[in-house]
């Protein structure tokens, strides 16, 4: 039974690498905009925006199947999860480091998007 949700595990993941996958083709084709033709274009902001939501949450549920695929201490919060695949050797610091700034980035996207700053989202 392990081995099945091991294999399971897997395919979820690769499918959702996939998607990731689809997600940045997707934005890449925006990502020559200008910061004033951005501001300018409220449908292309919330492209933009949906499209980064969904790939860091992709993100963080591929890092949770993997914390919980090897038995790795639960993370508290959406930034932590990726602590806790630095701490474990899957990650570098340095992808840690990004990784927690875009969680944080995702939680403004959702319950802060007044506060959205394209700076940031064009950068």
């Not at 951005?38 to 890092?63: G, M, N, P």
């Not at 990726?82 to 995702?106: D, H, P, Q, S, Y």
Request: aromatic share 6%; hydrophobic share 40%; net charge positive.
């Amino acid at each position: 039974m392990k081995g099945d949700t091991a294999l399971v595990d897997r395919l979820l993941i690769g499918r959702k690498i996939a998607e990731m996958e689809i997600y940045l083709e997707q934005i890449k084709e925006l990502s020559e905009i200008s910061l004033s033709a951005y501001k300018r274009d409220w449908k292309t902001q919330r492209v933009v925006e949906r499209t980064l939501q969904i790939l860091i949450e992709l993100c963080i549920d591929t890092a949770n199947h993997l914390i919980s695929d090897k038995g790795m201490r639960l993370p508290t919060n959406y930034a932590d999860t990726f602590k806790v695949l630095m701490e474990n050797g899957v990650i570098t610091k340095n992808l840690f480091r990004t990784m927690e700034k875009m969680a944080k980035f995702r939680n403004v996207i959702v319950h802060q998007y007044e506060k959205i700053d394209p700076i940031i989202v064009i950068s």
